[in-house]
Nanobody
Framework: QLHLVESGGGSVQPGGSLRLSCVAPRAIFSVFTMYEMAWYRQAPGKQRELVAAITSSGSANVADSVKGRFTISRNNSRKTVTLQMSSLKSEDTAVYYC?????????WGQGTPVTVSS
């Protein structure tokens, strides 16, 4: 399994921005490039949901609820995936999880909390 470490969560006012990062510090570069990377989130009392995903070749998709506000990107040489979040809303409050997936592996980070509140 891929060891994933997230960072960048915190508290922000509505309309603010945050940048989440996920790194796979122990991964070999060539292995990391094989993974599809994604960000999920889980709000209190709700199911975990997909926020954004990016393939090994860099093709990205985001959920309709965050389209135009969130951007996912990856840097394979640094073994990182980033979620840039802007125009944050209270409904974006959740624990955000990094996910790495191949046909034989599905790894999760420990999660980083994001709170959007005035």
């Amino acid at each position: 399994q891929l060891h994933l470490v997230e960072s960048g969560g915190g508290s922000v006012q509505p309309g603010g921005s945050l940048r989440l990062s996920c790194v796979a510090p122990r991964a070999i570069f060539s292995v990391f490039t094989m993974y599809e990377m994604a960000w999920y989130r889980q709000a209190p009392g709700k199911q975990r949901e997909l926020v954004a995903a990016i393939t090994s070749s860099g093709s990205a998709n985001v959920a309709d609820s965050v389209k135009g506000r969130f951007t996912i990107s990856r840097n394979n040489s640094r073994k990182t995936v980033t979620l840039q979040m802007s125009s944050l809303k209270s409904e974006d409050t959740a624990v955000y999880y990094c996910n790495a997936r191949t046909g034989s592996d599905n790894s999760w980070g420990q999660g980083t909390p994001v709170t959007v509140s005035s």
